[in-house]
């Protein structure tokens, strides 16, 4: 029992650790295309040139794809870590 407790805490932080660095790149990627939006707005307003930033959408969307992905493994991994959980925790009440 211990055994498996132990593997679906592992299991657990290993999900959770997935799941927060892939949403962390995601927001990552929308933070630099909102910025990019801003200056170009700001410069726009102001009567300055105005810069383009080329490869913004490319980018989101490629990092949207990863972070989907990366978002799937850790979600089933945080589930089998759940189902573990509640294993260990019916066992131990039928003894």
Known sequence: MLLI?????????????IVSV???????????????HDT??????????VLVFTGLDQMR?????????????GLILISIAFALQVCVSFATLKM
Do not use: D, P
């Not at 407790?5 to 650790?17: Q, R, Y």
């Not at 170009?40 to 040139?49: E, F, I, R, V």
């Open 5 to 17: 407790t132990i593997v679906s805490l592992i299991l657990n932080i290993a999900g959770t650790v």
């Open 22 to 36: 892939s949403a962390n790149g995601l927001f990552s990627a929308l933070h630099v295309t909102l910025k990019a």
């Open 40 to 49: 170009t707005l700001q410069l726009y307003l102001g009567g300055h040139k």
């Open 61 to 73: 969307e490629r990092q949207m794809s990863r972070s989907k992905k990366w978002l799937i493994y």
